[in-house]
Nanobody, 124 residues
Framework: EVFLVESGGGLVQAGGSLRLSCAGPGFTFDDYAIGWFRQAPGKEREVVAAISRSGSMTSYADSVKGRFTISRDNAKNTVYLQMNSLKPEDTAVYYC?????????????????WGQGTQVTVSS
Protein backbone atom coordinates (compact mmCIF):
# COMPACT_ATOMS: atom_id res chain seq x y z
CA GLU A 1 0.00 0.00 0.00
CA VAL A 2 0.95 3.63 -0.56
CA PHE A 3 -0.07 6.80 1.24
CA LEU A 4 -2.48 9.17 -0.50
CA VAL A 5 -3.84 12.52 0.66
CA GLU A 6 -6.84 14.27 -0.88
CA SER A 7 -7.49 17.99 -0.60
CA GLY A 8 -9.60 20.69 -2.19
CA GLY A 9 -13.07 19.72 -1.11
CA GLY A 10 -15.57 22.19 0.27
CA LEU A 11 -18.95 23.82 -0.09
CA VAL A 12 -19.90 25.34 -3.42
CA GLN A 13 -23.08 26.52 -5.07
CA ALA A 14 -24.57 24.67 -8.00
CA GLY A 15 -22.82 25.67 -11.20
CA GLY A 16 -19.58 26.35 -9.40
CA SER A 17 -16.19 24.66 -9.62
CA LEU A 18 -13.71 22.90 -7.39
CA ARG A 19 -10.35 21.29 -8.00
CA LEU A 20 -9.44 18.26 -5.96
CA SER A 21 -5.86 17.14 -5.51
CA CYS A 22 -4.52 13.71 -4.67
CA ALA A 23 -0.94 13.75 -3.44
CA GLY A 24 1.21 10.68 -3.16
CA PRO A 25 4.43 11.48 -1.36
CA GLY A 26 7.16 8.98 -0.79
CA PHE A 27 6.70 6.49 -3.62
CA THR A 28 7.28 6.19 -7.36
CA PHE A 29 4.10 7.93 -8.36
CA ASP A 30 4.24 7.15 -12.06
CA ASP A 31 4.14 3.42 -11.33
CA TYR A 32 0.51 3.81 -10.30
CA ALA A 33 -2.78 4.35 -12.04
CA ILE A 34 -5.05 6.66 -10.05
CA GLY A 35 -8.79 6.69 -9.72
CA TRP A 36 -11.23 9.15 -8.19
CA PHE A 37 -14.29 7.66 -6.53
CA ARG A 38 -17.14 9.16 -4.56
CA GLN A 39 -19.60 7.93 -2.02
CA ALA A 40 -22.78 9.66 -1.00
CA PRO A 41 -24.68 8.74 2.17
CA GLY A 42 -26.58 5.49 1.72
CA LYS A 43 -25.03 4.82 -1.67
CA GLU A 44 -22.26 2.59 -2.93
CA ARG A 45 -18.85 3.94 -3.80
CA GLU A 46 -18.71 4.76 -7.51
CA VAL A 47 -15.97 5.66 -9.91
CA VAL A 48 -15.80 9.26 -11.08
CA ALA A 49 -12.66 9.23 -13.24
CA ALA A 50 -9.43 7.33 -13.67
CA ILE A 51 -6.07 7.97 -15.28
CA SER A 52 -3.26 5.70 -16.36
CA ARG A 53 0.30 5.89 -15.08
CA SER A 54 1.50 8.18 -17.84
CA GLY A 55 -1.74 10.08 -18.20
CA SER A 56 -2.27 8.86 -21.76
CA MET A 57 -5.52 7.08 -20.90
CA THR A 58 -8.47 8.47 -18.99
CA SER A 59 -11.95 7.26 -18.22
CA TYR A 60 -15.02 9.06 -16.87
CA ALA A 61 -18.37 8.12 -15.45
CA ASP A 62 -21.19 9.13 -17.78
CA SER A 63 -22.59 11.42 -15.10
CA VAL A 64 -19.49 13.63 -15.11
CA LYS A 65 -18.38 13.54 -18.75
CA GLY A 66 -17.91 17.04 -20.11
CA ARG A 67 -17.88 18.55 -16.62
CA PHE A 68 -14.94 16.88 -14.84
CA THR A 69 -11.35 16.53 -16.00
CA ILE A 70 -8.73 14.25 -14.49
CA SER A 71 -5.06 15.03 -14.99
CA ARG A 72 -1.75 14.26 -13.36
CA ASP A 73 1.63 15.84 -12.80
CA ASN A 74 4.03 13.02 -12.03
CA ALA A 75 6.84 15.47 -11.26
CA LYS A 76 4.69 16.74 -8.38
CA ASN A 77 3.32 13.31 -7.42
CA THR A 78 -0.18 14.71 -7.77
CA VAL A 79 -3.39 13.90 -9.61
CA TYR A 80 -6.08 16.53 -10.05
CA LEU A 81 -9.82 16.39 -10.56
CA GLN A 82 -11.18 19.61 -12.00
CA MET A 83 -14.91 19.73 -11.38
CA ASN A 84 -16.99 22.30 -13.24
CA SER A 85 -20.72 22.92 -13.50
CA LEU A 86 -21.24 21.16 -10.21
CA LYS A 87 -24.67 19.83 -9.34
CA PRO A 88 -26.24 18.98 -5.98
CA GLU A 89 -26.08 15.31 -6.96
CA ASP A 90 -22.27 15.58 -7.03
CA THR A 91 -22.34 15.93 -3.25
CA ALA A 92 -20.31 13.11 -1.72
CA VAL A 93 -17.04 12.19 -0.07
CA TYR A 94 -14.44 11.95 -2.81
CA TYR A 95 -11.60 9.46 -2.55
CA CYS A 96 -8.53 8.89 -4.64
CA UNK A 97 -7.05 5.44 -5.00
CA UNK A 98 -3.88 3.97 -6.46
CA UNK A 99 -3.25 0.77 -8.38
CA UNK A 100 0.21 -0.58 -9.13
CA UNK A 101 0.11 -1.70 -12.72
CA UNK A 102 -0.76 -1.07 -16.32
CA UNK A 103 -4.07 0.30 -17.52
CA UNK A 104 -6.88 1.90 -15.59
CA UNK A 105 -9.74 0.47 -13.58
CA UNK A 106 -13.28 1.60 -12.89
CA UNK A 107 -14.01 -0.81 -10.07
CA UNK A 108 -12.83 -0.31 -6.48
CA UNK A 109 -11.27 -3.79 -6.39
CA UNK A 110 -8.72 -2.71 -9.00
CA UNK A 111 -7.11 -0.39 -6.46
CA UNK A 112 -4.76 -1.24 -3.60
CA UNK A 113 -4.50 2.00 -1.66
CA TRP A 114 -7.01 4.66 -0.68
CA GLY A 115 -6.89 8.15 0.72
CA GLN A 116 -9.01 9.33 3.63
CA GLY A 117 -11.46 11.26 1.47
CA THR A 118 -12.52 14.89 1.11
CA GLN A 119 -16.07 16.18 1.39
CA VAL A 120 -17.67 17.97 -1.54
CA THR A 121 -21.01 19.64 -0.91
CA VAL A 122 -22.94 21.36 -3.67
CA SER A 123 -25.84 23.53 -2.60
CA SER A 124 -28.82 24.24 -4.81
Amino acid sequence: EVFLVESGGGLVQAGGSLRLSCAGPGFTFDDYAIGWFRQAPGKEREVVAAISRSGSMTSYADSVKGRFTISRDNAKNTVYLQMNSLKPEDTAVYYCAAADGVGIGVLPRFYDSWGQGTQVTVSS
